[in-house]
């Protein structure tokens, strides 16, 4: 069986480095096995749509290796890759849930909904759709049609059922069927959810193997629910945990720090050192070696030895190895990112800077304050100078006679160093 991974991102804002983790073990996992590693854009939640997020994710997924075999703007055979391109593709499976009386109708309003909602968290139970729609005749539903009184469509889940799935980390996961809502599938605004959508592209897609943060658990049973009903084989499904933050209890959070992978690259880290920081957020080779280039990185990656425990992002392991790689490169492949972060060094000026610099560079967004002194004027207080009494006049003869010394260095290197190297 050909292994067919996807990274599915919402662009409701810039890539997680959570996320760029997720994707560099879907990655490996499909192209370990000659597989294919696929990008979908999962754009059905309009409010929340960040413009560019899309293009900024694309671009980040290269930045870093992650080649992707089929996507939106390389296309493929089971495209397009953008779920608001594909809304006459999900209008057939919707009514297909419909006719066979496994999704039906909703007209509450919104104020209902609310309503029952607060009900029901008074009550101290799980807030959940009570089902008025479910008992509306034919008739009623095509009257409340033609009158034009919106509606969204709801999956009917199954009564006192457990759900179960496999996941490749955690083992049989269940659910009880009750607990779980009658999730909407179709909106008032005709999109369809994530929920429905998701289920239909990695099933068109043809996707082996979903994996996902750990927080997508809970959705997983109403996903298994939806390829019951439609009679498809689904996915294997492997949730990946959530990065801690190392300051704070809890995810990593961008109110403590950098969390985007693009943020990233703009303070200087190398994609090189991140994707191999991040391959060992979660899994581990089975050996004690640590470092790994992307491509020994997918020979070696095994799903056995993924972890459960959560992770933390040690951003002081990321400096590590973010230095390390700075020394891997030669004077010329660092070249670039010297200019990129120093862009007002002439060549010449870099290539003085760079050998002297790169073997204690942590970051390159490091290097402007390094070197500051050597492109801006430094303040200082003048009254330093007079300090025990010395007089201002003094003062200037001091400087200027640091001035020769300072001007005649390379001359006062051969005339009082060189001879002691002898
Ligand atoms: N669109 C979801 C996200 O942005 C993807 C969830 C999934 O992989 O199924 O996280």
């Known amino acids: 069986m050909t ?27 499909a192209k370990q096995n000659n597989g294919q590693f696929i990008v979908r854009i999962e754009d059905t939640d309009q409010k929340r749509l960040v413009v560019g997020a899309a293009d900024r994710t694309l671009q980040v997924f290269k930045d ?28 057939k499976y919707i009514k297909e849930l419909l006719d066979k009386g496994l999704a039906y109708y909703c007209f509450c309003t919104e104020e209902r909904l609310v309503e029952m909602r607060n009900i029901q968290k008074a009550a101290k139970k799980i807030p959940k759709y009570d089902r008025k729609c479910l008992s509306l005749t034919k008739a009623e539903i095509n009257a409340n049609l033609e009158k034009g ?16 799935f496999n996941d490749t980390i955690r083992g049989e996961i269940k659910f009880n069927s009750n607990d779980i809502d009658d999730q909407v599938l179709i909106k008032s605004n005709g ?27 809970s959705s997983t049973p109403k996903q298994i629910i939806l390829y019951r009903y439609f009679g498809w084989e689904a996915p294997e499904f492997c949730h990946l945990t959530v990065l801690l933050d190392p300051t704070h209890p809890g995810k990593m959070s961008k109110r403590f720090g950098t969390v985007f992978a693009q943020q990233f690259i703009d303070e200087g880290y190398l994609p090189t050192a991140m994707n191999n920081f991040l391959m060992l957020l979660g899994w581990n080779p089975g050996t004690d ?36 790689y700075i020394r891997k490169m030669t004077d010329d492949q660092l070249l670039p990112y010297f200019k990129k972060f120093l862009p007002q060094a002439t060549d010449d000026q870099l290539a003085t800077l760079i050998p002297i610099l790169k073997d204690r560079l942590v970051k390159f967004s490091d290097l402007k304050e390094q070197v500051k002194f050597l492109f801006e004027d430094i303040a200082y207080d003048k009254n330093l100078l007079l300090k025990k009494g010395t007089s201002p006049e003094i003062a200037v003869q001091m400087l200027e006679a640091a001035k020769k010394v300072i001007t005649d260095f390379t001359d006062l290197q051969n005339k009082f160093i060189s001879p002691y190297l002898c």
């Open 3 to 29: 292994i067919r991974t996807r990274m599915a991102p919402s662009p409701t804002g810039d890539l997680h480095i959570g996320s760029l983790r997720t994707a560099l073990y879907a990655y490996a996992s």
């Open 64 to 91: 870093f290796g992650l080649v992707y075999d089929e996507g939106p703007d390389v296309g493929g055979d089971y495209g397009p890759y953008v779920q608001t391109q594909r809304f006459n593709i999900y209008q």
């Open 149 to 164: 009184i919106p509606y969204v469509v709801r999956l009917k889940v199954p009564d006192n059922e457990t759900i179960v």
């Open 191 to 217: 999109i369809p959810t994530y929920h429905f959508a998701v289920v239909i592209d990695d099933h068109l897609m043809k996707i082996t193997q979903v994996m996902r943060g750990e927080e997508w658990i």
């Open 289 to 324: 070696r640590e470092l790994f280039t992307l491509d020994e990185f997918v020979k070696e990656f095994n799903l056995k030895h993924l972890h459960v425990k959560q992770p933390v992002f040690d951003r002081k392991k990321l400096d590590y190895f973010n230095g390390l």
